[in-house]
């Protein structure tokens, strides 16, 4: 599967935010999307998933305009999870989790036994089964946000577009939900687009980067091409170093540790 973005324009009403992105996301690949707050991440991400109009240019599934798609065709094979947030009804955690097969049911069909097994395993694989009874409107924010991970999971989707999935969670579920998405890339070939405000995260963990400048300019490439001392001082006006270290484990790593003059 190849999802390809052709130079695209994307924005609200007729004002665009962002303008002339073209990138690729394959099967097997991490693409982290990074840039201060207000560079149109989100904007972009919405208008993959057309919930907003596409300005200009072209968005593809194995070289098939998706324009006409249904919703419902795409929901099949491109999943979302949105930034943790509080939906208007107190659903169960494990109903929030089932709806994530929505896209794969017959047009007024409802959960087999077989999608309410995916959804039990989707929340057994985020080790959150604890809370499948609890009421999504009454769990923490960083539990919400491994519940619509777990969603997204049980849409078994061949293309994962996350938004900011790790920002209301903990250190110790930040590298968790990290290593399963990576491990997810690695073994069953998902292609995942997701973005994040940390630079350690995608240097750790991505294949390929995206950053997004205050200039709306837009670098793409390996992790450690992308992610410069230049591009972090310019972008977020902070001095930062990169130092390339290696893990007790013997991995080879870079790391970016920002400092002040001052200290
Ligand atoms: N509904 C909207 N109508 C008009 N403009 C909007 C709307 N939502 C966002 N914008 C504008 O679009 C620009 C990009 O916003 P967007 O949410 O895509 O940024 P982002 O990179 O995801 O930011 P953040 O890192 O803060 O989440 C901002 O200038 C914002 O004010």
């Given at each position: 599967?190849?999802?390809?973005?052709?130079?695209?324009?994307?924005?609200?009403?007729?004002?665009?935010?962002?303008?002339?992105?073209?990138?690729?996301?394959?099967?097997?690949?991490?693409?982290?999307?990074?840039?201060?707050?207000?560079?149109?991440?989100?904007?972009?991400?919405?208008t993959?998933?057309?919930?907003?109009?596409?300005?200009?240019?072209r968005?593809?599934?194995?070289?098939?305009?998706?324009?006409?798609?249904?919703?419902?065709?795409?929901?099949?094979?491109?999943?979302?999870?949105?930034?943790?947030?509080?939906?208007?009804?107190?659903f169960?955690v494990?109903?929030?989790?089932?709806?994530?097969?929505?896209?794969?049911?017959?047009?007024?069909?409802?959960?087999?036994?077989?999608?309410?097994?995916?959804a039990?395993?989707?929340?057994?694989?985020?080790?959150?089964?604890?809370l499948?009874?609890?009421?999504?409107?009454?769990?923490?924010?960083?539990?919400?946000?491994?519940?619509?991970?777990?969603?997204?999971?049980?849409?078994?989707?061949?293309?994962?577009?996350?938004?900011?999935?790790?920002?209301?969670?903990d250190?110790?579920?930040?590298?968790?939900?990290?290593?399963?998405?990576?491990?997810?890339?690695?073994?069953?070939?998902?292609?995942?687009?997701?973005?994040?405000?940390?630079?350690?995260?995608?240097?750790?963990?991505?294949?390929?980067?995206?950053?997004?400048?205050?200039?709306?300019?837009?670098?793409?490439?390996?992790?450690?091409?992308?992610?410069?001392?230049?591009?972090?001082?310019?972008?977020?006006?902070?001095?930062?170093?990169?130092?390339?270290?290696?893990?007790?484990?013997?991995?080879e790593?870079?790391?970016?540790?920002?400092?002040?003059?001052?200290?």
């Amino acid at each position: 599967m190849i999802l390809e973005i052709d130079d695209i324009t994307c924005g609200y009403g007729s004002k665009p935010v962002i303008s002339g992105v073209s990138f690729e996301i394959k099967s097997g690949e991490f693409l982290c999307l990074l840039g201060p707050n207000g560079a149109g991440k989100t904007t972009l991400f919405k208008t993959i998933l057309r919930l907003l109009k596409l300005q200009s240019g072209r968005i593809s599934l194995d070289g098939e305009n998706i324009e006409n798609w249904s919703r419902r065709r795409f929901a099949a094979r491109v999943g979302y999870v949105p930034q943790a947030h509080t939906p208007p009804f107190p659903f169960k955690v494990v109903d929030v989790v089932a709806m994530g097969r929505a896209a794969h049911l017959s047009m007024f069909g409802s959960p087999t036994c077989i999608d309410l097994e995916i959804a039990e395993q989707a929340l057994d694989t985020l080790a959150i089964s604890y809370l499948r009874n609890s009421i999504y409107t009454e769990i923490s924010g960083g539990e919400r946000q491994l519940v619509l991970i777990a969603r997204a999971l049980a849409q078994q989707p061949e293309i994962l577009i996350m938004d900011e999935p790790t920002s209301n969670l903990d250190f110790g579920n930040q590298i968790r939900v990290l290593e399963y998405i990576k491990k997810l890339v690695n073994e069953s070939g998902i292609g995942v687009i997701m973005t994040t405000h940390y630079p350690n995260h995608a240097l750790f963990y991505a294949s390929k980067v995206m950053a997004l400048g205050r200039d709306g300019i837009f670098s793409i490439g390996l992790p450690g091409q992308v992610i410069t001392e230049d591009y972090l001082r310019q972008t977020y006006g902070v001095s930062v170093q990169i130092i390339e270290s290696e893990l007790k484990n013997g991995s080879e790593v870079q790391v970016c540790i920002p400092f002040a003059a001052n200290i």
